[in-house]
């Protein structure tokens, strides 16, 4: 996986490095979908962080965008938001629509039961 952070304003200091890159890598064991993560960090108005992730994963591409006076809070958000869009491409990736659902083990042994006994 290709990973790469940039500060607009800034240097990235090692704890913040180290804090995406453990969180791309436990989304990536997760997932495993994500190919490539560009992540961005600003500070708007010499107050508020600002960090954009854009992760490119299997056949798509996801953004997120959070923003907190804590840089830390805004890694926080931002990893949420796109571990929930990681999370929707998995479940869509697993359960294509017009798949049929498993039954579960206690209807099968049933139905294998009935189909013996009208035998």
Known sequence: MNIN???RNDKVSPAVREKIEAWLEE???RYNVITSAQVTIEKNNG???VVEATIHATGKDLFAKASDENLYAALDALS???DKQLAKIRDI???KK???KPL???EESVGDELEEMED
Request: no cysteine.
């Open 5 to 7: 952070i940039t500060n």
């Open 47 to 49: 107050k508020e962080e």
């Open 104 to 106: 579960p083990a206690a």
């Open 98 to 100: 017009g798949t049929s």
């Open 93 to 95: 990736q697993t359960n």
């Open 27 to 29: 989304s990536q064991k």
């Open 80 to 82: 949420h938001k796109i």
